[in-house]
């Protein structure tokens, strides 16, 4: 239980303290509160917006002139213009639905206690008032698409009101036992607009314009007195009461009007409290942990010592020593983003955003959009190595989304083929470039960096059918786009010009002010090569061959390769520039080292040194995310204590007030609830954290397994089943003194396997 369960003897004062349940579709983060109880509620597609084409006037000719300037060097002036002349707007936003607040008579309480137990996805709070022992317990069933939340009393003494503090455009009102809120999203929440006032959201009256309109439906079950009043539901003198609640949107697709075209949804969430009505509390709960636990039992880690630690979690976070660490908190930590990835991505859900699906305001950081220079492409890589390939789904969805909005954008602003997708995209697939710094808005990288994750599917699965019908189909076209935008260098290499290395800046001598935009960055380069020799490999594996193969494996040897800075690091840029922040966040020059597979032990020992000086450079301090990723990178370096020192600054306590506020470079780590602080909240660095504990166990490419290639000093005793290599294989592990004692390999394989401890 040490391992598998948040525990906690007060309720939640704040946001970053409530406890999130999830479904994939719907998320609560519940404060388990005494005299009001708060629950946060959210539902995936719950958007600001309608679907949109983004275009700007002259946006190729400056991209021409921008090119120009770039090759001549003069870096500055190419950021100029494409920050003037090239970029956009900002994203549409997740919104949330508000709260559910409960408020009960209670005085002072006594024995408080709440628990979200991870192997069963249910949470429980109890207490006494007065000797009369309250229980609540709450889920969220993907099965019956409802959350459930049970009040139970020993007495018959319960009574309590319910109302809902909705920020959208919404009414209540009571229909045949159940209590409907229906609402309509802003239909533009564009906050960098210059048509809208700043942190305005947009609601308007012509249905083309209008945003998704949802229903939420909240049904009791109690054997109190229900009545209805005042925009509220009171119950009153039970010793029992379910609340069902489920939301429905009229969102049908990323391509159709939520009000002209959308589809019906009034009753499709009543039917759903209905239904989970008459099955009960009992039978849902059954069914829900059998369907969660299917899932999360595929995989179990032990590293401590099995002594059971008696404090509540966030003591445990409070007072961890890397000296002397509580292991079971590392087990914790990698439980917990497992068990977010199962309760927010399901099969045929929306991708994860950047809070995954929980959001509690209309104004998110970065309006919990998909951030693709790192973050929507990190909170899926647990899925595989976790053998949860069906995780995948939404991303891949996602994928496809963009690879048909992003076919516009590359023809209006590069006069290329195929697709290309930038820095942001929502719910309706924009793919155009954003607003603001060219740093994070020129960047044409997302659509290669989402291929490198769809190919991944297959290299885990060896499903023929989905690399030919689903992967290489969006692989082609991004790489298309790619080579239709290629250019010459003098030396007569092929390079994207111009090109930045994610949200990082450099003063050019001679230059008065910081540039992002070079000739040519070792990030971009490294996503076009990736994607063309996965391509390769695709076309081998289906033992097919066409013209475009041609294309693609005429243009791999030609691209400019990898150099080595004056520092011994992995040159960032086209030639030696100093950034302005030699601790920048972002390492996205390392992208050959991962996720890609282009820098390997063994094989590229210069440049693998180069990527280890780069990674001393940068520090290991840094964000959330940061700290993450570069977990990831410490175990593809093979240095597993390293890797820990960064996992232990992930396990930093950061406080739950103003929800950490936000700190773009420095003091990531871990709130009171487990979930990752950039600060604030980004669900990136929890996933990351797992996948970066998976990498130090287990590593794999087309023809080897490496088992346990990164094992800190400090993990002298463990093991690990279920995690899964490529190649349609999964690992058993068990190790004692630092030494692997016993190791079972399951599913057919020719892979070499090296057993490095």
């Known amino acids: 239980m040490n391992d598998n369960a948040l525990f906690y003897t007060s309720p939640a004062r704040y946001w ?20 009001t109880d708060e629950i946060s509620v959210s539902e995936e597609t719950l958007w600001s917006g309608k679907p949109r084409i983004v275009e700007k006037e002259g946006a190729y000719e400056s991209y021409l002139r921008a090119q120009t300037l770039a090759k001549a060097g003069k870096y500055r002036a190419c950021h100029e213009e494409l920050e003037h002349n090239f970029l956009t707007c900002w994203s549409q936003a997740y919104m949330t639905f508000g709260s559910l607040l409960l408020e009960f008579p209670f005085s002072e309480v006594k024995d408080y206690q709440r628990t979200l137990d991870l192997s069963d996805a249910l949470l429980t709070s109890s207490f006494t008032v007065n000797g009369t022992s309250i229980t609540k317990q709450g889920f969220v069933s993907a099965p019956a698409n409802v959350f459930v939340y049970r009040i139970k009393s020993a007495d018959r003494n319960l009574s309590f009101s319910l109302r809902v503090n909705c920020p959208l455009k919404h009414s209540v009102s009571c229909k045949d036992g159940v209590f409907l809120i229906d609402g309509e999203c802003p239909g533009d929440g564009d906050t960098h607009s210059a048509n809208y006032p700043a942190n305005d959201t947009i609601y308007f009256d012509e249905d083309k314009d209008r945003g998704i309109l949802f229903r939420g439906s909240i049904l009791p079950d109690t054997d109190g007195e229900v009545v209805f009043t005042d925009g509220k539901l009171m119950i009153q003198n039970a010793t029992e009461a379910v609340l069902y609640l489920s939301i429905s949107t009229s969102f049908n697709g990323f391509d159709k009007y939520p009000v002209l075209e959308g589809k019906p ?18 039978a849902l709960l059954n069914e829900h942990s059998a369907d969660y636990k299917r899932y999360y039992d595929r995989v179990s880690l032990h590293l401590g010592d099995g002594t059971e630690d008696p404090r509540p979690t966030d003591e445990r976070l409070k007072t961890f020593d890397p000296e002397h660490p509580d292991k079971d908190l590392y087990t914790l930590l990698f439980n917990m983003g497992r068990y977010l990835l199962i309760s927010s991505a399901r099969p045929g859900t929306q991708a994860m955003n950047l809070q995954g699906i929980w959001n509690n305001t209309v104004r998110p950081p970065w ?34 989304k963009v690879s048909v909005t992003g076919e516009h954008t590359a023809k209006h602003y590069y006069h290329a083929r195929g697709f290309v997708l930038h820095h942001n995209t929502d719910l309706w697939g924009m793919t155009a470039p954003i607003c603001g710094n060219p740093c994070w808005g020129f960047w044409p990288g997302g659509s290669g960096w989402l291929c ?36 010459e260098d003098e030396d007569g290499t092929l390079i994207i010009c111009p090109a930045t290395s994610s949200e990082n800046e450099f003063r050019k001598e001679g230059d008065d002010d910081d540039a992002a935009t070079s000739k040519s960055t070792a990030m971009m380069q490294a996503i076009v090569k990736s994607l063309f020799t996965n391509i390769v490999k695709a076309y081998g594996a289906l033992e097919i061959r066409d013209d475009f193969l041609n294309e693609v494996e005429a243009a791999l040897p030609r691209l400019k390769p990898f150099s080595i800075g004056k520092y011994g690091e992995l040159l960032e840029w086209n030639e030696q520039l100093e950034e302005t922040d030699i601790n920048h966040r972002h390492v996205s020059h390392l992208y050959a080292l991962h996720p890609a597979s282009l820098i390997r032990f063994g094989r590229d020992m210069q440049l693998f040194e180069a990527c280890k000086r780069t990674l001393e450079r940068r520090g290991d301090d840094g964000t959330g995310w940061s700290l993450a990723w570069k977990v990831n990178f410490w175990a593809r370096l093979r240095d597993g204590d390293h890797a820990l020192r960064l996992l232990n600054n992930q396990l930093r306590y950061v406080t739950a007030e103003n929800n950490g506020e936000t700190k773009y470079n420095r003091h990531g780590g871990t709130f009171p609830n487990m979930l990752d602080a950039h600060p604030p909240f980004q669900i990136d660095g929890n996933f990351g954290s797992v996948s970066g504990i998976a990498e130090m166990l287990v590593q794999s490419d087309e023809t080897t397994v490496w088992l346990l290639p990164a094992l800190p000093a400090k993990w002298k005793d463990g093991s690990v089943k279920g995690l899964a290599a490529r190649g349609n294989i999964t690992v058993d592990i068990t190790w004692k ?16 396997i090296v057993l490095c401890r």
């Open 737 to 752: 003194d630092g030494r692997i004692s016993d190791y079972t390999i399951h599913g057919q394989t020719d892979k070499k």
């Open 367 to 400: 309006n919990s959009n998909y951030t693709t220079n790192i973050n929507t492409e990190m909170n899926d890589w647990p899925c595989l190595p976790c053998n949860l390939p069906e995780m995948t789904g939404p991303l891949v969805d996602l994928a496809k």
């Open 265 to 282: 949804y009034l009753e499709e969430s009543v039917a759903c409290v209905h239904k989970a009505k008459e099955k009960g509390f009992d």
């Open 452 to 487: 490198e994750n769809v190919y991944n599917v297959y290299e885990y699965t060896l499903d023929k059918d989905f690399l030919r019908d689903t992967a290489l189909p969006i692989m082609k076209k991004a790489a298309r786009f790619y080579l239709d935008i290629l250019i």
């Open 16 to 35: 970053m303290e409530a406890l999130p349940l999830g479904n994939g579709r719907l998320g609560a983060m519940c404060y388990s509160g005494v005299k």
